[in-house]
Every structure is written in C-alpha cells, then in structure tokens.
C-alpha cells in the first residue's frame, strides 16, 4: 500500500509540475525575440520578403495555441503591388495530448481579414511563379520502408473543431495583359462544431466583383473511417440574386478515388436577368427577345471523376419542359449516351434574327465571299463515341411544322449517323445522312423518303409562297462534300423524284399558254382570277452532277394539258435552263380527243434565276418541231417551196413575234 501511495504522490506531482510548466513556460520565455528567425527562414523557403509586424502569443495550457498578427509576403520585383499576401491576424488553439492517438481537438482556428493578390503582367508573369522550392521528386514506387504501400485516407481518426472562421476576406486577381480585373469582397466564412459524427453547420458569403454570393447548409457526419466514409452534403447556393441552386446527397472515398450521388436542384431563374447583373448581355442575339426568361432544372447526378450519370432530369427552357437521361465517361475521348424527350419547341426563336441582305446591304453570298474561310477542326468528332434519341412532340424550325419527331444520333470513329422521322403536313418523311469526318474535308451521304405531305402549306410556312399544290411523295438521294455552301453546291450529286398528285401549278396557265400566245405571256388583258393549272400527276425525275440539276422527262397530267419538261439548274449560279411542252388534249377523257383548237400550242422556255425566274413562248421550236432545221426550212417545206407562200407564212411568223415584249 506504500508503494501505491508513493507512486500516486510522485506521479500527482509530476503532473503538478508538467501543468506549471505548461503555464509558466509561455510567461517566462519571449518568443518575439525568434520573430527574426521565422521571417529569414520563411523568406528563404518562399523566395520573398516576409515580416510579422506584430507580436507572436503562445499558449500551451489547457490549449496549446499561438497567434500572429500583421502578417505579410511580398512581391517579387516588377509588380507594382507591394504585397502578395496580407493577414491581419491568425490564431490557433489545439489539445495536444489528444495528437498522439490521431484525434485531433482544435478549439479555434481563425483567420482575419486575408488578402491575396494574383497578378499577370504585361509580360505573360505571374506574382506566384518561383515561389518556393521544388519538392523533391518521388520514387517510383510509393511503398514505406517495410515494403507496404500507405492505405489511401486521412490520417486522422476523429476531429473536433469549435470554431473555424475566414473574416473580411478580399481576393484580387489582375490580368494586366488582358486588361481584366476580377474581386472577390467581404468575404466570409464560418464553421462552428465541427465534427465527424455529425452534421457540420456551413455559412459562406462574399461579394464576387461587386455581386453577392452565398452558401448554406451542412455537411456530414461521417459514416466510416475518415476520408473513405460517406459524407453527406446539403447546401444551398445563392449568386447574384438570380440564381440559386441546392446539392442533397453525399459524396465517399474523398481520399482516395471519390465518388458521388447528388440531388441537383435550380429553381426557375431568367438567363438574361442573371447576364445583367453581371452587367452583360447574351453573347448571342435570338429571333424572339423574349426568350431565354424562363430556365429550372432537376436531376439526380452520380458518378466520379471519370464517369458521370444524370438520371431523372428535367429541364425547363421557356414554354418547353425537357426530360433527359444521359451517361459520359472517358472525357478525353468522350463517350457519351444520352436519351431526351422534349414536349413542344419553336427552334426559330432562339436562331439569329434573319437578314437576307447581310451587313450593309450585301447578300448572303457576296457576305460569305468577302469573309475570310476558317479551318475546321474535327478532332474532337474523330474522338466522340455517341449514341443518343431525341422525341419532339412538336418542332417548328426553319419555319417548317413537325410533329412526332424522332432523331437518333451515332458517332464513332468520324463517322456520324444521324436519323429523323417525324410526321409534317399529313404526311411523314424519314431519312438518313452519314457525315464522314475522318479526314479534314467532310464527305456527307444522304438519303430522304416522303410520303403524302401537302405541299402548299409547307412552302407558305417556309418559302411564304403559294406556288403549288397537291401530295408529295419524294425519294432522294444524295452526296457532298465540304463544309460551306459554295463547296457543298459544286460537289453535290445524285438522284432522286418528286411526285406531286392532285394538285395545281399556281401563277401560271400552261393550257391557255399553249391555246393563246398573248393572253397567256401577260400581252393582254387579264381578268381578275389568279392562273392556275390543275393536275393530276406532276412527276420529276432528276438527277444531280457537280451542283446541276438536270431532268430530261419530266411531265404533268391535266385534265385538259400534257406538258413534258427538259433542262438544268444551276444550284452554283442558281440559273434556270428549262423548255417546257405542253400539248392540249380535247376533253376531260385525255389525249384520245381529235377536235381541232384554235390558237397555236407554244413551248414555254424557262430561263432567269431562282429568284426571278422568266417565261417566254419558244417560237422557234414551235415551227422547227425541235429538229435542228431553221424557221426558213420550215417555212418552206410546209408552202410547197412557194416563194409567195413563203413570204405569207413569214409575214405571219414576223406578225406574232412583232406582238410579244422581244419582238422589236
């Protein structure tokens, strides 16, 4: 029992001594006479000037602690910034015993009124390059001495923490090459009761040049060891007064390889809003002004630093609700998988407003041509792995209606496939278009079905013209190359047909045109009707070479005409080359009729532009019959070889053509 008592007297005592030394040590030693010493060898570590303007305090009991005040690290020469870094004050207080078993207890830990300047200069510099040493290389291998590779994690086994503040903070960041200056403002920090095995109360807020931003929330407990566990987040972040988006779920594995599994949530904001409290404007201008106001989104993100999976989103974009499924991995040669479903979307108000004269009245063509070509990089095509599905309900874009529409997008290797059906104009058309990228000058294959699709109110929608009626059927298929319009034109190649069924040619009345010369080439009169010429059938088979379209059987059936149709345009230079036949037929029963008419049927010729195209009668290959012979030959043939004759059938030639706008 003595033994026992002395061991307890000498052992209290001990820690009676231990305590006071704990307490006296920091009151009988002046550390600010080492001020000199941690300034020489911060500087030496650092490579700039640093200084502690005022004094150092140091406790050891209960808390060991110090705290610093007036803290600075310069500048390297060159910068007209005097300091680097500047901290009012800083403080820390820790329990030390606790340190030997991991467990780490920090009472306070503060920082006061930091502030941090980033410079580049002039010169591409930058204030940070050179600071410090650099760290020694490491071995291959990252094993101990025992031969055992370190666990991945913190080492540490719990942690308290009262107080972790950062108050008054500013962060100056300054491109002088650029001319750009960004700030960051009071900014402010605040952790309070940190601890692993539950939750952590989070207050952040800060101005952001001028801008208020701010965060919300917790994070944690722990679950697990620490830095392998899972670790909960639920924060809110505010910017701006505009945008504000919320994380649930939890992030694991920080340590080692992270993962995470996060409910993301931006309720609905205005995009041009948030622009202009950042006092910009959209970086592009859109058809409809009004668009872009209404943006939200919701989704459940998981994945790692490597893959990431958006599960259940949805995205609200103005008067569209979008919802979205979508995997990507292996950022640098992306992989990517992606399923959406959108309800109904105008495309044409979020493209640029149209202007078909172009800067200061040009073309679009003389536009292109003036402007300097750019080469594009497809390297990033090259290395996409793409497999995706869109669904439209429904779609307006290029002024077209659509209506179930369904795309599927595949990418490997250069080359992309992408495929539409949709239904439009009581008809449905599908297609397909492979685009060959692998070398720098794309190669696109094309092919396209329609069936039943009303033409008329397709062409008022897109071209605002009402020119033809009627069913369409189509079939084309086509090829080129390049990646301009002016390339695409020269290179563009195929075939195909349009099929047009009961319906009419509207502007135009090729039976009068065949029955009366002047009445129907504008030489007298018309009434007050529009011309038209009904049809039942209007066919055009055609075929495409280096950007003419050419057609050498084309034909209409009317119920009173026959026209049949021959020639070439020019897609480059956008020229019309056509003749146009037609020959009138007696009756409704079609070309069995023998009635004689009145009036000469006439060849219409079809030249000008696609713009401006122009009709005029083919007098010439009315008389010869398209054989090659001269009006004269004809002429004479038909007289008998009779000058009188001749010259009657000359005079009467001579009399209509002294009658059409070219016969002077």
Not at 137 to 149: F, H, L, N, R, V
Not at 502 to 524: C, Q, T
Not at 610 to 619: E, G, R
Request: without cysteine; proline residues 6%; hydrophobic residues 40%.
């Amino acid at each position: 029992m003595k033994a026992v008592k002395w061991i307890l007297i000498i052992g209290g005592g001990l820690v009676v001594l231990l305590v006071a030394a704990l307490v006296l040590i920091p009151m009988f030693i002046d550390v600010n006479k080492h001020k000199p010493r941690i300034e020489t060898f911060v500087s030496e570590a650092t490579g700039r000037p640093f200084a502690i303007g005022g004094d150092l305090q140091l406790s050891l009991f209960p808390w060991a602690g110090f705290s610093l005040s007036d803290l600075s690290l310069g500048n390297p020469d060159g910068f007209d910034e005097t300091d680097m870094i500047r901290i009012s004050g800083f403080e820390v207080r820790v329990k030390l015993l606790p340190l030997i078993s991991k467990d780490i207890q920090v009472n306070r830990f503060v920082v006061k009124k930091p502030r941090i300047v980033l410079i580049k200069n002039k010169k591409g510099r930058g204030n940070w390059e050179g600071l410090g040493t650099s760290a020694p290389d490491k071995a291959p291998s990252q094993q101990t001495e025992t031969g055992k590779t370190p666990e991945a994690g913190l080492p540490v086994k719990s942690l308290t923490v009262g107080e972790l503040a950062v108050t008054d903070g500013m962060f100056l960041w300054r491109d002088d090459a650029a001319g750009t200056r960004n700030e960051i403002q009071d900014l402010q920090l605040v952790i309070r009761d940190v601890s692993l095995d539950r939750p952590v109360p989070l207050s952040f807020s800060a101005r952001v040049d001028n801008k208020p931003v701010s965060a919300e929330g917790s994070v944690g407990p722990f679950s697990g060891d620490a830095g392998k566990g899972i670790l909960p987040i639920d924060l809110v972040i505010k910017a701006l007064g505009q945008l504000q988006l919320g994380l649930k779920g939890q992030v694991e594995n920080l340590a080692a390889n992270p993962r995470f599994n996060l409910a993301v949530d931006v309720p609905e904001f205005s995009p041009r809003k948030l622009l202009a409290a950042l006092g910009q404007s959209l970086p592009i201008q859109t058809a409809d002004p009004n668009v872009l106001t209404r943006v939200a989104f919701k989704a459940q993100i998981k994945g790692t630093p490597e893959q990431v999976a958006i599960q259940n989103g949805t995205l609200i974009l103005d008067d569209s609700t979008m919802t979205l499924t979508a995997n990507a991995k292996e950022f640098s040669r992306p992989e990517l998988w992606f399923k959406t479903e959108i309800d109904a979307i105008d495309a044409d108000r979020y493209l640029p407003p149209g202007d078909e004269s172009g800067p200061e009245g040009k073309s679009p063509k003389q536009t292109a041509a003036a402007g300097k070509k750019t080469k594009t990089d497809y390297t990033p095509l090259r290395r996409l792995l793409l497999d995706g599905e869109m669904k439209i309900g429904k779609l307006k874009a290029a002024k077209a209606r659509m209506e179930k529409v369904r795309l599927t997008v595949k990418a490997k290797g250069g080359l992309i496939q992408v495929s539409p059906a949709m239904a439009m104009y009581q008809g449905d058309v599908d297609g397909r278009a492979i685009i060959n990228v692998v070398t720098d000058t794309p190669k696109t294959d094309m092919r396209l079905s329609m069936k039943e699709v009303q033409i008329n109110p397709l062409m008022k929608d897109v071209l605002n013209k009402d020119v033809l009626e009627g069913a369409t059927e189509a079939r084309l298929e086509l090829s080129m190359r390049g990646d301009d319009p002016e390339t695409i034109n020269k290179t563009l190649g195929g075939e195909g047909l349009l099929l047009f069924k009961d319906g009419a040619i509207k502007g135009i009345d090729l039976a009068s045109m065949a029955r009366n010369v002047k009445s129907a080439f504008g030489l007298e009169t018309q009434g007050g009707t529009r011309p038209r010429t009904d049809f039942a059938e209007l066919n055009i088979p055609f075929s495409i070479q280096q950007g003419v379209v050419k057609t050498a059987s084309a034909k209409l059936l009317s119920p009173f005409v026959r026209v049949k149709a021959a020639g070439t345009a020019n897609l480059v230079s956008e020229v019309l080359d056509m003749r146009v036949e037609p020959k009138i037929v007696g009756s409704i029963k079609g070309q069995g009729d023998t009635q004689d008419r009145s009036g000469i049927t006439v060849p219409v010729l079809v030249s000008g532009t696609f713009d401006n195209p122009k009709f005029a009668p083919d007098l010439a290959g009315m008389l010869t019959g398209g054989s090659g012979a001269s009006v004269e030959e004809v002429v004479k043939g038909a007289a008998g070889g009779s000058q009188d004759a001749v010259k009657s059938a000359e005079e009467q030639v001579k009399g209509v053509l002294k009658g059409l706008p070219f016969g002077n």
